[in-house]
């Protein structure tokens, strides 16, 4: 497709136990990014990769959360012993940019919002 | 950790009204970005603007970069329901990282 894609588009799990949330960025695409918007709250960055190199996790808020893009492309967020607070969308955003200091637009996916029980 | 500060939080305005939102920071930008986000789905990018004093227009919006680059505002005239949604200003500190502010949720009455 022309945008990015992510799935599930929901998700219900139960606390404990662990999930994995998935995006297809635009082909082509250097950058990935990771954000989990809470409700009401504007989204909030969790890690960037530069094609398969993680250069940033500084925002990944605990130890359970891990995410991976081993080919360049694909990304796979995984948060493990979840709980109610890890409740949010996460959204997916790539980017053309190869580097900091450039203006290109992140193109963001429309999320996977995950429920914690 | 830089705070970008939108306000108002919420608007409800009539279809045909003017309106301006804002956004503020202790800290400077090297850039800023508006979003626009629609419930279900991802912010789609309105504009960026770069030079502070910048205004840039969109059709029916104006956009407006502080010369300092730490504030921005965004003008609708003549709101029309398709302007509802929420409105997200991001800053960019010279790194690749976006911060984001809580967004001000518009909501346009026919």
């Known amino acids: 497709g022309a945008g990015v894609s992510q799935s599930p588009r929901y998700k219900v799990a139960k606390r404990g136990q662990d999930v994995a949330l998935r995006c297809d960025p635009i082909s082509g695409h250097v950058s990935l990014f990771w954000y989990q918007q809470a409700l009401g709250q504007g989204p909030e960055f969790l890690t960037y990769?530069?094609?398969?190199?993680?250069?940033?996790k500084s925002g990944l808020p605990s130890d359970r959360f891990f995410a991976e893009r081993p080919e360049g492309s694909v990304s796979t967020l995984k948060i493990q012993r979840t709980q109610q607070e890890d409740s949010a969308v996460y959204l997916c955003a790539s980017s053309l940019a190869s580097g900091p200091r450039t203006n290109q637009p992140q193109h963001f996916g429309d999320g996977t919002r995950l429920s914690i029980l | 950790t830089q705070l970008l500060e939108q306000s108002p939080q919420f608007l409800s305005i009539q279809e045909g009204e003017n309106l301006t939102v804002y956004c503020n920071s202790s800290s400077v930008f090297s850039s800023l970005q508006w979003y626009r986000q629609e419930p279900g789905e991802g912010p789609v990018l309105l504009v960026t603007?770069?030079?502070?004093?910048e205004v840039k227009k969109l059709k029916r919006l104006t956009f407006q970069f502080g010369d300092a680059r730490k504030d921005s505002s965004l003008h609708i005239t003549a709101a029309q329901p398709g302007d509802t949604g929420l409105y997200l200003c991001a800053g960019r500190t010279g790194s690749y990282q976006l911060t984001f502010g809580k967004g001000t949720k518009l909501s346009v009455i026919p």
């Open positions: 990769f530069q094609n398969e190199a993680q250069l940033d």
């Open positions: 603007v770069v030079t502070g004093g």
